[in-house]
T-cell receptor, first 112, second 111 residues
Framework: GAGVSQSPSNKVTEKGKDVELRCDPI?????LYWYRQSLGQGLEFLIY????????KSGLPSDRFSAERTGGSVSTLTIQRTQQEDSAVYLC??????????FGQGTRLTVV | GEDVEQSLFLSVREGDSSVINCTYT??????LYWYKQEPGAGLQLLTY?????DMKQDQRLTVLLNKKDKHLSLRIADTQTGDSAIYFC???????????FGKGNQVVVIP
């Protein structure tokens, strides 16, 4: 596609429920990133996929968070048993290897 | 380390120049970036500089890189109201290619 697409754009969920956030990267981009941006804060790195290499999961805040990237393209970030502190904007970006990263519009997650 | 630090707030009059500063800690970073985030929007890549360059100019934007001091700056000439946003600097970490971001600098342009 023309840009990085994320869905849904907004998600409200009850505490304790699981959520899945989706990212469609730019076609041909081998690298995919997930970041989290809490209100008024900078970007917190979550996970990074590069081609067929093992993902860098070092930013995932707890074992409730997981992500996968199927077929080297679409990625899903899953948060299990959501907590209120998970409320944030989740941003996905893609790039050609070590080139500049392009961001999607983000998914605003609200846990009530 | 991958701490990227930015000052938090800048107010500037329309037509003046804005300078946003950033310091980083990873001396082996390969690329350094400036992103712009308008309210309710994602991050838009503004410009980037390769680590072997000292300066890059792109229309109203000038990026200066001081590798010795690990200091990056973005100068916006003739600042416009549409430049009001949060500006993030980011470094691409050598070895793992991860992007590390600063906390952002909010720029408010006063008409």
């Amino acid at each position: 596609g023309a840009g990085v697409s994320q869905s849904p754009s907004n998600k409200v969920t009850e505490k304790g429920k699981d959520v899945e956030l989706r990212c469609d990267p730019i076609s041909g981009h081998t690298a995919l990133y997930w970041y989290r941006q809490s209100l008024g804060q900078g970007l917190e790195f979550l996970i990074y996929f590069q081609g067929n290499s093992a993902p860098d999961k070092s930013g995932l805040p707890s074992d409730r968070f997981s992500a996968e990237r199927t077929g080297g393209s679409v990625s899903t970030l899953t948060i299990q048993r959501t907590q209120q502190e998970d409320s944030a904007v989740y941003l996905c970006a893609s790039s050609r290897g070590n080139g500049e990263a392009f961001f999607g519009q983000g998914t605003r997650l609200t846990v009530v | 380390g991958e701490d990227v630090e930015q000052s938090l707030f800048l107010s500037v009059r329309e037509g003046d120049s804005s300078v946003i500063n950033c310091t980083y800690t990873d001396s082996s970073s390969t690329y350094l970036y400036w992103y712009k985030q308008e309210p309710g929007a994602g991050l838009q890549l503004l410009t980037y500089i390769f680590s072997n360059m000292d300066m890059k100019q792109d229309q109203r934007l000038t990026v200066l890189l001081n590798k010795k001091d690990k200091h990056l700056s973005l100068r916006i000439a003739d600042t416009q109201t549409g430049d009001s946003a949060i500006y993030f600097c980011a470094e691409r970490l050598y070895g793992n290619n991860r992007l590390a971001f600063g906390k952002g600098n909010q720029v408010v342009v006063i008409p």
